[in-house]
Every structure is written in structure tokens, then in C-alpha cells.
């Protein structure tokens, strides 16, 4: 079973039209819908295409960062694509003022955990790792670790749903992005859920 984690952007949607906007830098730079930060110009690996995938459900979480002892560590290995299911996208709409001022985020606990593990990607269905002045140095700090941050995913709770039906924890993860001028690579990610 497959499931697509990118973000569809119609045309009409107003953050397409943010993008005429002069206030808006981030977003003339490419971070909108599904995208992959890349802010220090390293060359993302093509092994980095096809990783195993595991879900932290953390959408339960308000008023503190998601920490340590939300993650299942064991189960986190070189290489994987961990994705937060943060219900963010589905409940407050992509590119709302609310989801852009969401308070999730990642510890710097958690980001420097999955930074040691050396994982792939990093994935989450919220505008950031981190908020504010934060997000881009974490961003950066990933970078430099070998480690990638894919935001704005779709369909995470969808995916969560099959997983559970499914009684599987891992999956495999496909992620294509496009090299161009900007710090926000347009990317497309799909999921595919082992045949039950």
C-alpha cells in the first residue's frame, strides 16, 4: 500500500500567492507545501532516497516541546526517516495564520538525539522543527549533521491509521526532491506500507 506524504498546493491557494509578496523571503525561496530545507549548500546523498520510515505520534503534546521520552529510541536507526504526526496540517489548514503560529517543536534534546543516531530525514506534518528565530538554526544544525528536515507533510495521520490497522511499526520511505535556486527544495514523499 502506498501513501503520498506530499502536500498538494492548488493553484488558487494563498500561499501561492504569498509568493508575489515582498515580506514573504521564506517562501520566494521555496519553503512552501512539502519541502526539504537546505540552507548550507551540501549535497544531499542519493542513498538518501529510499529510507525506512517509523511515526512518533505527538499530537497529543501542547504546551511543551516534544521531548526524549516521547520517542520509542530503540527502534530509531542509522538511516531512517522519522516522521512527527503532529496533526498540525489536517487540524489548523496549511498556511493559516494559526498553523504558522503553532507552538510545536522538537527539543533541542530530541533534535540533537536524532542527529547522533544519524538518521536521513527528519519529516513533520507542522511548518518546523522549531519556531521563530529557532527554525533555521535548527535547520542548520541538521544540515551540518548529516540529517535533513521535510516539512509541511500531508496524510501523516492517514499513514498512523495503517500503520495501526496494520500492526506494523516500519515502512519504507521514497523521497525526490528538486535541486533549485532557494533554501526549501520542492519534494515529493510517498510511503509504502508492507502487504499485509
Not at 65 to 91: A, K, M, N, W
Not at 141 to 156: D, I, K, M, S, T
Amino acid at each position: 500500500m502506498w501513501i503520498d506524504l506530499t502536500l498538494q498546493i492548488p493553484a488558487d491557494h494563498p500561499a501561492r500567492g504569498a509568493l508575489n509578496d515582498t515580506h514573504q523571503e521564506l517562501l520566494r525561496s521555496g519553503h512552501v507545501g512539502t519541502h526539504l530545507d537546505v540552507h548550507l549548500g551540501f549535497t544531499i546523498p542519493f542513498d538518501y532516497v529510499v529510507s525506512r520510515g517509523l511515526l512518533a505520534d505527538v499530537g497529543a503534546i501542547e504546551g511543551r516541546d516534544v521531548g526524549l521520552e516521547d520517542l520509542d529510541r530503540p527502534s530509531i536507526q542509522l538511516g531512517d526517516f522519522v516522521i512527527f504526526c503532529t496533526h498540525r496540517v489536517d487540524r489548523l489548514g496549511y498556511g493559516t495564520q494559526a498553523y504558522a503560529d503553532d507552538g510545536i517543536q522538537l527539543s533541542h534534546a530530541v533534535i540533537d538525539y536524532l542527529i547522533e543516531k544519524r538518521i536521513h530525514f527528519v519529516g513533520i506534518d507542522a511548518v518546523g522543527i522549531r519556531n521563530g528565530p529557532e527554525h533555521t538554526p535548527a535547520d542548520k544544525r541538521c544540515e551540518a549533521g548529516g540529517v535533513y528536515v521535510v516539512e509541511n507533510l500531508a496524510n501523516v495521520p492517514a499513514l498512523q491509521g495503517k500503520l495501526l490497522a496494520r500492526n506494523v511499526e516500519s515502512f519504507i520511505v521514497f523521497a525526490m526532491w528538486i535541486v533549485v535556486e532557494g533554501s526549501g527544495l520542492p519534494c515529493r514523499v510517498i510511503a509504502r506500507l508492507p502487504e499485509s
